[in-house]
């Protein structure tokens, strides 16, 4: 099999948590064009936090229409109960655990709230996965926030210190260390593969949260306002939602074949993909122009907000050695392909097939790239 041979997945039980979310959106979507029988166990879709009961509108989940093509199961990850019957009524093979309350803003304002699901959250599903005989590999995505970050010009490696900073990192940074300990204790006795994957900032079309950049920029151009940015000069990696979804589907295969995969990746960019807020925001508004011919503007507005992190970058030279694949789209493709979507959105057209095009691209441009 070669490295981009998806169809393993053809026909595989595929449990996804925090499906209903913008990233789990996407992966459940290229799960389904892969032909795998997928499975999702999540909040309700557009449900911002059960704390206050507020609502993201719309939700990718919806709108595309991405729950016709699963099983789609209603729950909190923090329900032990609830979880472990949809293990016993599906029988995965494959768990990618994503569900987590993934805001750095929100993590300040309900640090209990994002322990519980970001923490307590992993622990559920990695117990109800050693007590289900069908599975046969473990995803569990981080971010790349996980390590301790001194604002320094350094590449992140896998091998270096975990201790985020705000209450999301840190919990991460707590998953990764359930996760270590789940492996040593248990799973490497039963001979089940698992792997955690710290993945870099993500864009792409249908993310409508509160405190995203993207977002951010695609709600003030659609009203036609100026883009609020609150810093310009913090540096991300940024890659298209595509690559870090690719990338855990290929490393739950990988290892499922031959369990000396599984380990702990880094999913970035290359370097070139590395840019400050502001050089992303003066790129939403070229490609907003050259989509709907509307010209948008952003301003630096510093709100006073907590603590985030001025400089990120991640190395990912261990996921492209060991797997010998890597980032399909630079920090222009991936942009493009993002406002694209957002614009077939905001004009009415079809973004359902803007959606699969953009998947079965990257599927052609990583079988012919790797």
């Known amino acids: 099999m070669s490295t981009s041979d998806f169809s393993f997945y053809k026909g595989k039980r595929v449990l996804v948590t925090g499906h209903t979310g913008f990233k789990g959106s996407w992966m459940c979507r290229v799960l389904q064009l892969l032909g795998a029988d997928v499975c999702g166990y999540a909040l309700r879709e557009g449900l911002v936090s059960p704390l206050d009961n507020t609502y993201d509108q719309p939700s990718l989940f919806g709108i595309a229409g991405i729950e016709n093509g699963m099983n789609s199961v209603v729950g909190d990850i923090r329900d ?66 996980v390590y301790r970050n001194d604002d320094l010009d350094h590449a992140f490696k896998e091998d270096e210190f975990l201790d985020g900073y705000d209450p999301y990192s840190n919990s991460k940074s707590c998953s990764e260390l359930v996760t270590s300990s789940y492996k ?30 993207v977002p951010d920029c695609y709600r003030a151009a659609s009203m036609g306002n100026d883009i609020i940015v609150r810093n310009p000069y913090s540096t991300r990696p940024y890659q298209h939602v595509l690559e870090p979804v690719f990338a855990y589907l290929l490393v739950a295969m990988k290892q499922c074949l031959d369990h000396g995969y599984a380990g702990s990746y880094n999913i970035g960019p290359n370097d070139d993909s590395c840019i400050n807020t502001g050089e992303l925001a003066d790129r939403f508004c070229t490609c907003w122009h050259k989509y709907t011919d509307s010209n948008i503007d952003w301003v630096n507005k510093h709100d006073g907000g907590p603590h985030e992190a001025g400089f990120l970058r991640l190395d990912n030279s261990l996921y492209k050695n060991t797997f010998g694949s890597g980032p399909v789209w630079n920090i222009d493709d991936a942009l493009d392909k993002t406002v694209l979507w957002y614009a077939t959105y905001y004009m009415n057209g079809d973004y359902s097939k803007c959606m699969d095009d953009q998947i079965n691209e990257y599927l052609r441009l990583i079988t012919e790239k790797y």
Do not use: W
């Not at 993590?107 to 994002?114: L, V």
């Not at 994957?197 to 409508?208: L, M, Q, S, T, Y």
């Open 80 to 145: 032990y109960e609830r979880l472990y019957n949809t293990f016993r009524e599906i029988k995965p093979e494959i768990v990618i655990h994503m569900a987590a309350q993934p805001i750095v803003r929100t993590s300040y304002r309900a640090p209990r709230y994002t322990y519980e699901v970001n923490v307590m959250g992993t622990v559920n599903v990695l117990e109800c996965a050693r007590n289900t005989e069908s599975v046969r590999s473990i995803v569990n995505v981080t971010t790349d926030k």
């Open 184 to 213: 040593h204790s248990f799973f490497n006795e039963a001979d089940i593969p698992v792997s955690t994957c710290r993945a870099g900032n993500v864009i792409g079309g249908g993310d409508f949260a509160s405190d995203r950049i």
